[in-house]
């Protein structure tokens, strides 16, 4: 039997389904859908840094400001959508399967790294490819992401690498797909920098650029 909150995790997702179908269906054809997906949830916290932030807060609090910044353009560029809108846990299974329902473009996992060496820092893009068309597509997308981060916002880069994620294994093939890692919660300045809300928006912003950027919108 499932564990009370990945049941109360696995109804939300349903019911969230069935309005996103629907918005879906009288969505402009012309928009391209772009799936975040906010890492952990509910009693998964993740990465948890000295001061005790989370990386289930962090991430969410990413996700969710890409979405207000989506909403407030005069004219959206993408339709965009949420794994997870409140702090409950989604099963990989189903964060893909929301992907696959709504016919994804792109799908961004947002994360926060950990280390026993806290003086590893910087952002990770990882990829997992079903094609070689979805490699080069996947690993270019990511390129875009990261040299945003590392130019505009200064945070160093660690590179693009293959990771056998369930969210990435998962994923269909001619969907752009990333597993970005925004910096490690157990280096002290990293640590600072992504807990505050103004970061958050910096990085929201920024990776809703770098979508537009390669979607070429």
Do not use: W
């Not at 080069?136 to 056998?164: H, M, P, V, W």
């Amino acid at each position: 039997m499932r564990a009370p909150h990945k049941l109360i995790g696995a109804l939300f997702l349903i019911g969230m389904l069935s309005t996103l179908n629907a918005q879906r269906d009288v969505a402009s054809d012309q928009n391209p859908i772009v799936i975040i997906d906010p890492g952990h949830g509910g009693a998964d916290a993740g990465a948890i840094s000295r001061t005790g932030s989370k990386e289930k807060d962090i991430t969410l609090s990413v996700a969710y400001k890409m979405l207000v910044l989506n909403n407030r353009l005069n004219k959206k560029p993408v339709e965009l959508y949420l794994t997870r809108y409140i702090d409950t846990l989604i099963s990989l299974n189903d964060r893909t399967q929301l992907a696959k329902k709504l016919k994804a473009d792109v799908f961004i996992s947002i994360h926060c790294n950990q280390a026993i060496n806290q003086t590893a820092a910087g952002t990770e893009v990882y990829i997992h490819p079903k094609s070689e068309v979805q490699a080069e597509e996947s690993a270019y997308f990511g390129f875009i992401i990261q040299k945003g981060l590392s130019d505009i916002l200064g945070i160093k880069s660690r590179g693009i690498k293959y990771g056998n994620f369930q969210v990435l294994r998962d994923s269909e093939a001619d969907c752009a797909t990333v597993l970005l890692e925004l910096g490690f919660l157990s280096q002290n300045d990293e640590a600072v920098y992504l807990t505050k809300e103004e970061s958050h928006r910096a990085i929201a912003f920024l990776l809703l650029q770098s979508i537009t950027k390669f979607l070429e919108l």
